[in-house]
T-cell receptor, first 114, second 111 residues
């Protein structure tokens, strides 16, 4: 596609429920990144995919968070047993593997846990 | 201490002013430096990109990197109301490394 597409754009969920956030990167971009942005905080790195493998998942805050990427394209970030502190905007970005300069971001999924 | 520090603002300037946005960082391994602009409820978009020390100019925007001081700046000349956004500095150690972002500075340009 022309840009990075994320869905849903907004998600309200009850505490304790599981949620899945989807990212559809730019066609041909082999690198995919998930970041989290909380109010008043910067972008917090969560996980990086190169193709279908995740060489860096150091930013996942707990084992309730997991992500996968299939076919070198679409990625899903899953949060199990959501907590109120998980409320944030989850941003996905993609880039060409050998491109030095920055990423192209999607508009994010705004997650609210009530 | 965070790896990348940035004054959160908010910064409010009149239209036409010169704006100076700054970041400091602690890790001397950073070599690639970026500035992103983020409008409300949108994802960040890449504004400027520089490698190592020096200046880079693109229209009304100038990015400066001083690696000896671990200090980077973004200057906006003839600021416009459409420049009102949050500006995030960002950096990485190698071309294949993940990008580390500063917390962002909120800028308002008043007509």
């Amino acid at each position: 596609g022309a840009g990075v597409s994320q869905s849903p754009s907004n998600k309200v969920t009850e505490k304790g429920k599981d949620v899945e956030l989807r990212c559809d990167p730019i066609s041909g971009h082999t690198a995919l990144y998930w970041y989290r942005q909380s109010l008043g905080q910067g972008l917090e790195f969560l996980i990086y995919f190169q193709g279908n493998s995740a060489p860096d998942k150091s930013g996942l805050p707990s084992d309730r968070f997991s992500a996968e990427r299939t076919g070198g394209s679409v990625s899903t970030l899953t949060i199990q047993r959501t907590q109120q502190e998980d409320s944030a905007v989850y941003l996905c970005a993609s880039s060409l593997e050998n491109l030095n300069y920055g990423y192209t971001f999607g508009s994010g999924t705004r997650l609210t846990v009530v | 201490q965070k790896e990348v520090e940035q004054d959160p603002g908010p910064l409010s300037v009149p239209e036409g002013a010169i704006v100076s946005l700054n970041c400091t960082y602690s890790n001397s391994a950073f070599q690639y430096f970026m500035w992103y602009r983020q409008y409300s409820r949108k994802g960040p978009e890449l504004l400027m990109y520089t490698y190592s020390s020096g200046n880079k100019e693109d229209g009304r925007f100038t990015a400066q990197v001083d690696k000896s001081s671990k200090y980077i700046s973004l200057f906006i000349r003839d600021s416009q109301p459409s420049d009102s956004a949050t500006y995030l500095c960002a950096m990485k150690k190698t071309s294949y490394d993940k990008v580390i972002f500063g917390p962002g500075t909120s800028l308002s340009v008043i007509p």
